[in-house]
């Protein structure tokens, strides 16, 4: 059983930059494909980046050139670096896995087995 706890979020000002940690436990992390999603108050939870486990990325339009994915198979971590915060990036950030053998990045809900908590971030204007 995968375990994943989110870490790192917090209240900026917009323009602030903040770096989500999402730490994993109980699997073959190298072979999982590891997203991130977030759900702001009253809307459905959306994907915001991912990564396969190869280091390919993939990301929503709304965030291209201010988040970025990254991880390290060896420490069993994945991180979104959020730069350039606007208040509408204001949400529930979780943190996502799925053990996948291709290096399809999946943008819904349904394609990902394994959850995190969730960590708030709160953007302010």
């Known amino acids: 059983q995968v375990q994943l706890v989110e870490s790192g979020g917090g209240l900026v000002q917009a323009g602030s930059s903040l770096r989500l940690s999402c730490a994993a436990s109980g699997g073959t992390f190298s072979r999982y494909i590891m997203a991130w999603f977030r759900q702001a108050p009253g809307k459905e939870r959306e994907f915001v980046a991912g990564?396969?486990?190869?280091?390919?990325?993939a990301s929503a339009d709304s965030v291209k050139g201010r988040f970025t994915i990254s991880r390290d198979n060896t420490k069993n971590t994945v991180w979104l670096q959020m730069n350039s915060l606007k208040p509408e990036d204001t949400a529930v950030y979780f943190c996502?896995?799925?053990?996948?053998?291709?290096?399809?990045?999946?943008?819904?809900?349904?394609?990902?087995?394994?959850w995190g908590q969730g960590t708030q971030v709160t953007v302010s204007s």
């Open positions: 990564c396969h486990w190869s280091g390919g990325t």
């Open positions: 996502a896995a799925v053990r996948r053998s291709d290096l399809r990045i999946g943008v819904r809900v349904n394609d990902y087995d394994y």
